[in-house]
T-cell receptor, first 111, second 116 residues
Framework: LAKTTQPISMDSYEGQEVNITCSHNNIATNDYITWYQQFPSQGPRFIIQGYKTKVTNEVASLFIPADRKSSTLSLPRVSLSDTAVYYCLVVLYSSASKIIFGSGTRLSIRP | EAGVTQFPSHSVIEKGQTVTLRCDPISGHDNLYWYRRVMGKEIKFLLHFVKESKQDESGMPNNRFLAERTGGTYSTLKVQPAELEDSGVYFC??????????????FGAGTRLSVL
């Protein structure tokens, strides 16, 4: 499983766009980039997954360059409720194998 | 659709006692996982069931931990006897049996275990 590297923490303000970049230099051909979000006292929650270019859903966008060695999670117009830990993971597509969590990025949103 | 539920949400026991944690996965999810986070550390994988079979138990710390999933529905994780270092939050997750979304795991809120 490819190792990922992401910032330990980030701060932003309500209404701003937040971009969290993750590097995954050893990503394999069949790997997908996946992001989970975890609020205090809750389990991690899947937010978005992608393979290349751009993926958008109702929560976030995921930008993946052609070489796939990094990716950027974009949260538009954040609110206080977006304060959480965000985990960048590389997972084998259509595999039910275990998740290896890193330390994640602790995002703090201020008024 | 009901999510993954875990019981109890919090358990406080004394060292040497036994505790059993329960996880009810999302209906129809054959894959069930246990993870835990001890104080200040990252979330670590414990084991993975496919239906009632243990697919991967490489993360189980020692033989004081016993996980079961009789009938392939809910699962229990028993710690006997509990030690101080077992304190932490135990998460359960489940995922679809097949197809593209097999690698998306749905987590419960966790059971916070405190061993005194």
């Amino acid at each position: 499983l490819a190792k990922t590297t992401q910032p330990i923490s980030m701060d932003s303000y309500e209404g701003q766009e937040v971009n969290i970049t993750c590097s995954h230099n050893n990503i394999a051909t069949n790997d997908y980039i996946t992001w989970y979000q975890q609020f205090p006292s809750q389990g991690p929650r899947f937010i978005i997954q992608g393979y290349k270019t751009k993926v958008t859903n109702e929560v976030a966008s995921l930008f993946i360059p052609a070489d796939r060695k990094s990716s950027t999670l974009s949260l538009p117009r954040v609110s206080l409720s977006d304060t959480a830990v965000y985990y960048c993971l590389v997972v084998l597509y259509s595999s039910a194998s275990k998740i290896i969590f890193g330390s994640g990025t602790r995002l703090s949103i201020r008024p | 659709e009901a999510g993954v539920t875990q019981f109890p949400s919090h358990s406080v026991i004394e060292k040497g006692q036994t505790v059993t944690l329960r996880c009810d996965p999302i209906s129809g999810h054959d894959n069930l996982y246990w993870y835990r986070r001890v104080m200040g550390k990252e979330i670590k994988f414990l084991l993975h069931f496919v239906k009632e079979s243990k697919q991967d138990e490489s993360g189980m710390p020692n033989n004081r931990f016993l996980a079961e999933r009789t009938g392939g529905t809910y699962s229990t994780l028993k710690v006997q006897p509990a030690e101080l270092e077992d304190s932490g939050v135990y998460f359960c997750a489940s995922s679809h049996p097949g197809g593209a979304s097999k690698n998306i795991q749905y987590f419960g809120a966790g059971t916070r275990l405190s061993v005194l």
